[in-house]
């Protein structure tokens, strides 16, 4: 088992988000679908700090089971971060998707939409903003939302209401905010993923200032 050339580049990334201050100490994990098994992705260790991440820091995860497979060899210690079931809802979800990004950008932090434990998603309807064409709609005016997630003690349980809802409603933003947590964003590949982050972040600054 090899590791895909383009995690160097997804390591780059997470250099290049963490001075941004997207994923600040250990915070946020990236991940990659494996181009040659669909059932397969390669995600961010735990407790890892982002600004010198490096493509070994990347542990292969099986998509079913959610388990790194037995003949693994990589770093020592190195365990899945403990946000991968994020990362499994939205390939599950998605198989066309290729590459999913895990931040804390403050501006996300700051979203309130009155999610709870009965009431765990609920959609955030976005401000109708030139850069939503960044996600492939090319409304006029559009009108579209993403879903707000009460932010579970259990990563697993938010992992479980996010595919839940993706699955039932295929929303057109590819982008799910966790209340006082962060930001995940997902693309058919890494380019399109980072699109999709750089225009939520915008929309998410822009929805603030308006406030």
Not at 1 to 30: C, D, F, I, Q
Not at 82 to 110: D, Q, W
Not at 171 to 176: E, H, I, K, N, T
């Amino acid at each position: 088992m090899s590791r895909p050339k383009e995690l160097s580049r997804l390591a780059k990334s997470g250099v290049l988000y963490h001075s941004k201050g997207w994923m600040p100490g250990t915070a946020g994990n990236l991940s990659l679908r494996d181009p040659k098994d669909g059932n397969l992705f390669w995600v961010s260790g735990s407790g890892l700090d982002k600004n010198r991440l490096d493509k070994k820091d990347f542990l292969p995860v099986r998509l079913e089971t959610g388990s790194v497979p037995e003949n693994w060899k990589g770093k020592e210690g190195l365990k899945p971060s403990a946000e991968t079931s994020i990362h499994r809802a939205v390939y599950k979800a998605f198989p066309e998707m290729g590459c999913s990004l895990h931040v804390h950008t403050p501006e996300s932090n700051l979203i309130r939409t009155g999610v709870n434990r009965e009431k765990p998603v609920l959609e955030w309807n976005l401000p109708s903003l030139e850069i939503i064409k960044a996600f492939g709609i090319w409304d006029e005016n559009p009108q579209v939302s993403a879903p707000v997630i009460y932010n579970f003690p259990v990563v697993q349980e938010i992992s479980d209401v996010l595919q839940k809802y993706l699955e039932e409603k295929k929303p057109r933003v590819p982008m799910c905010v966790i209340e006082n947590h962060g930001i995940t964003v997902w693309g058919k590949d890494l380019t399109q993923a980072n699109r999709h982050l750089e225009a939520a972040d915008f929309i998410l600054k822009v929805w603030l200032l308006s406030r």
